[in-house]
């Protein structure tokens, strides 16, 4: 199902507190070096058009929210987003997550990492592309703070099974997946994400856990 085009307005909008280049990143990525506090941080990967990061940072102003997302037009349309609602408790980094897990986020550091509806790159010589590959998952736990949690959603069945069985494999001391549950929409935007809303409303199944680290 191809995608809408993706129409941003000339942004009337001041993004440089909301909109950073992986270059511009503090060397240890975390609250108090991007928000200048110590409350929990989570980050969602691959935030497409940023439903998520506004509706999260709403939700929970007791928190920040780094999105990252590797287009950039969509990682510009997702902070233009946060600037009309106003927030100062969540950004976003147009670039690769895979380097800052890498590189940057420091071990324990993280409440949550959030990855709903990646690419499912469908050739099989393709899939190495995956953003949740052995080393991705590794680091994403590493930089999980005791009690953190990760999140996967996905319409994809094999992309769902694939990725279970890995988390298994690579990280074992997230224990079992656990189910959640799709909460009934009140409203047009009262989806997760963009892609849950589509999934949803052409009834697709989708595919939710979530792990806990101990
Ligand atoms: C299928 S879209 C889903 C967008 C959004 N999560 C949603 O559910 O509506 C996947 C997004 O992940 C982004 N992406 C893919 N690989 C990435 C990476 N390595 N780092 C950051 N973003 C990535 C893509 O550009 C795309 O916007």
Request: with cysteine; proline share 7%; aromatic share 10%.
């Amino acid at each position: 199902m191809p995608r809408r085009a993706l129409r941003i307005a000339e942004s009337k909008y001041d993004l440089d507190a909301l909109l950073r280049n992986p270059d511009d990143l503090p060397a240890q990525v975390t609250s108090r070096s991007l928000f200048g506090n110590d409350r929990p941080l989570e980050i969602e990967v691959g935030s497409g058009k940023g439903l998520f990061m506004q509706t999260a940072s709403g939700q929970t102003p007791d928190s920040n929210f780094l999105g990252i997302e590797i287009a950039r037009k969509y990682a510009v349309a997702a902070a233009v987003r946060l600037a009309r609602a106003g927030r100062n408790n969540a950004m976003m980094v147009a670039g690769n997550a895979e380097p800052i897990f890498q590189n940057r986020i420091p071990d324990g550091s993280l409440a949550a990492v959030h990855v709903y509806f990646p690419d499912p790159w469908w050739k099989a010589r393709h899939k190495s592309r995956r953003v949740l590959n052995e080393r991705f998952i590794a680091n994403a736990t590493r930089c999980l703070q005791s009690g953190g949690r990760f999140h996967f959603w996905t319409d994809v069945l094999d992309y769902f099974e694939s990725t279970i069985e890995l988390i298994a494999t690579v990280s074992p001391q997230l224990g079992p997946p656990i189910p959640e549950e799709a909460a009934a929409a009140e409203h047009d935007l009262d989806y997760r994400t963009h892609f849950e809303r589509r999934s949803r409303q052409h009834a697709i199944p989708v595919y939710r856990v979530c792990y806990y680290k101990p």
